[in-house]
C-alpha cells in the first residue's frame, strides 16, 4: 500500500493520474468464480459476525475484506473508503502540514523513500530508507497501517517521537519530530565558479519541466552576466520520490534530441505506451551529470533511465530506490476508491525499474570529507633554493580553479563535489578533442 504520507495529493509518485477511471459492473464474468473461496469467505465473515468480541458492522468487515485484497498484491494497491478519497481528490495548495516524508508500507512497518528537502523529517535526521517501527510509544506491528501513518499526522508544533530502523546500525534510533507547513518548492539553481549549472528538483509537480527549463534558461544568463557560458549541468535527483508521469518526460524531454524516453507495459502487449522525446536539447549538447541514490523513485528513475539508455548524460552516485510500477486510481460507488497496480515503467532500452532500480554509471558513495586536511602536500616549490626553470614556451592550458564554494561544497557534499570533478572532465575532454 503505497501511503505517499506527507505528498500533496495531486503530485503522488506512484499514480498515473492521467489513468483515473469510473467502475462498471461486468455483464458476465470471463472465467468461473472460484466457489469454494467464496464460500470461505462467507464463512469467515459470519463467524466473525456472530463471535467476534466487539460488534462490527457489516460495512466495516467488507471493507477490510477489500483492504486486504488489495494490500496483499503489493505496496502500492489501496482501498479508500469516502473520507480518505476526498482526502486524494483534493487540489494541492503548495503547502500542508506534516513531517515532510515519502513512505511505503512494508510487511506491517513504514519505509521512508525519501524525506523532502527542508522538512521536518530531514532536520531531525530521518533519512531514505529508514525503518518505522515505533511512533511514540506505539508498536507499529500492533496496529493497522493506515492508522499508523494517522498517527504521524498532526497540527503544526506538535511533536511526534519515530524509533526507526536503520542499515548498519547496532541498535534502533529515536527522533523526535516537530510537525510544521511543508513547503512544496521543487526547484532549486545554482551558478558555480561562474560557469557550472547545478539544479536541484526534490520532487515532480505539475509545473516542475516548465520550472526547470527557466531554471536553466537563468543559469545562462548569469554565465553570461559572469562573462563566460553554462559549460555543463549537474541535475540532482537525490531523495527525490517522484511525482506525476508527464513532468518526468518533459524533464527527460528538455536534453533528449529525439527517441524513446520510457514505455509503460500491463499484462497484455495492446496496453503498451510510448512516451517519445521531440526535437531540441536546452544543453546543445554540454555534459550532463545526474545525480541518485537510494531515494530517488518513480519519476526521478524514469528521467536517470532515460538520458542512461540514451546515453545523453552519465548516471552518478548510488542505486536508486526501484519504483517502476504505473497504479490506475478507480472511482467507486458512494465516494470510495481504489489504486491498483495496472502496467511496469520500462526504460527506453527495455529495462524494467521495478525492483531493480537504476544503477549508476560512476558510484560515488556518500562520505564525510574534511578538505583542510587532504591538501598538506609539500611540492618542489615549497622546497628551499628550488630552481625556479619556467621555459618560454606557450604554457596556456585549460584548467578550472576551485573557488572557496567549491571546497565548501566538498566538505559538505562529496557526492556534488565529485559530480562537479566529473563534470569539469568530460567539458575538459570536449573542449580539447579537435
Known sequence: MALG?????????????????DSVLPEAPEQTLPVQQLLLFVNVFEQLKANYVDDVT????????????????????????????????????GSFAGLGVEVVSEDGLI??????????????????????????????QSIDVAKAVDML???????VTLTVIREKER???????????????????????????????????DRSAEEMRTAINELMQQARA?????????????????????????????????GLVVYTQGKSPETRIDFAATEGDILNGAPLIVLINGGSASASEIVAGALQDQKRAIIAGEKSFGKGSVQTVVNLMDGQGMKYTTA????????????EGIVPNIELLSLNVDSENNSNFIREENLAKHLNKNGDGDQTITTFAQSKKTREIAVVDNQLYEALNLLKSLIFMQENTQ
Open 58 to 93: 457489516d460495512e466495516t468487515m467488507i471493507n477490510n475484506a477489500i483492504k486486504g485484497m488489495l494490500s496483499g498484491l503489493d505496496p502500492h494497491s489501496e482501498f479508500y473508503d469516502a473520507e480518505a478519497y476526498k482526502k486524494v481528490q483534493e487540489t494541492t495548495t
Open 111 to 140: 519505509r521512508v523513500i525519501s524525506p523532502m528537502d527542508g522538512s521536518p523529517a530531514k532536520k531531525a535526521g530521518i533519512e531514505a530508507g529508514d525503518l518505522i517501527i515505533k511512533i511514540d510509544s506505539t508498536a507499529v
Open 153 to 159: 499526522k498532526g497540527e503544526p508544533g506538535t511533536e
Open 5 to 21: 504520507l506527507e505528498q500533496p495529493p495531486a503530485a503522488m509518485s506512484d499514480v498515473h493520474v492521467d489513468n483515473v477511471i
Open 226 to 258: 559572469k562573462k563566460s557560458s553554462l559549460k555543463g549541468l549537474v541535475l540532482d535527483l537525490r531523495n527525490n520520490p517522484g511525482g506525476v508521469l508527464d513532468q518526468a518526460v518533459g524533464i527527460s524531454d528538455l536534453f533528449i534530441e529525439s
Open 344 to 355: 511496469l515503467y520500462y526504460t527506453p532500452s527495455g529495462r524494467s525499474i521495478q525492483g
Open 171 to 205: 541498535a534502533p534510533l529515536t527522533f523526535t519530530v516537530v510537525r510544521d507547513i511543508i513547503k512544496t518548492e521543487s526547484i532549486k539553481s545554482e551558478l558555480i565558479d561562474d560557469a557550472f549549472g547545478y539544479v536541484r528538483l526534490s520532487q515532480f509537480q
